[in-house]
């Protein structure tokens, strides 16, 4: 392990993560600017993310463990949970600020197209995932679980499928 240039801790070689026999979930979110002159929509549905990331980080026992995020015409939230029903039950409490948040979307865009919102949910469990990170930061499923040293017995796709289970 390195520290380099003043970035993120590097883990040099090739590293996996390791699910937990119980699995998790992975929450792809985002939306798409389609009108791009239309800041009075879609700033405030851009603002409602890092509301919900702030509230999240305060509260672990919601289970969500991290995510990393990409921005362009079509941004991007790739959210690691400890179970889908972690992520249900967040995404409809009252007290979380993703429900009001949904409901200010529809009121204020609807079906109006001036901006797109999306996600996707992944169940993941041990044998049905494999990650292999090659220099890089703590990252992805082996950020949100654990982060492990490629080994003998973990340097093939077939082989970490295989043994991806708890150890």
């Known amino acids: 392990m390195k520290r380099r240039g003043g970035f993120e801790m590097v883990f040099d070689g090739r590293w996996t993560g390791r699910l937990p026999a119980e699995g998790g979930a992975v929450f792809l979110i985002g939306m798409r600017f389609n009108r791009l002159w239309r800041v009075d929509k879609w700033l405030p549905v ?23 995020s990409w921005f362009g015409r079509t941004t991007i939230l790739m959210s690691y949970w400890r179970s889908a029903d972690d992520l249900i039950n967040f995404a409809s409490a009252k007290e979380a600020p993703h429900l009001e ?27 049905q995932a494999e990650v ?11 950020a949100a679980f654990t982060h492990e040293k490629i080994t003998k017995d973990s340097n093939s796709s077939r082989k970490r499928l295989v043994t991806s289970g708890p150890a």
Request: proline share 7%; no cysteine; aromatic share 12%.
């Open 46 to 68: 851009a603002s409602a993310m890092p509301r919900m990331l702030a509230h999240l980080g305060k509260h672990p026992e919601l289970g969500f463990l991290g995510g990393h």
């Open 101 to 127: 948040a949904w409901k200010a979307y529809n009121r204020a865009v609807g079906a109006d197209g001036t901006v797109g919102v999306w996600h996707e949910t992944y169940l993941v469990k041990p044998g």
């Open 132 to 142: 292999v990170y090659a220099n890089m930061p703590s990252f992805g499923l082996g």
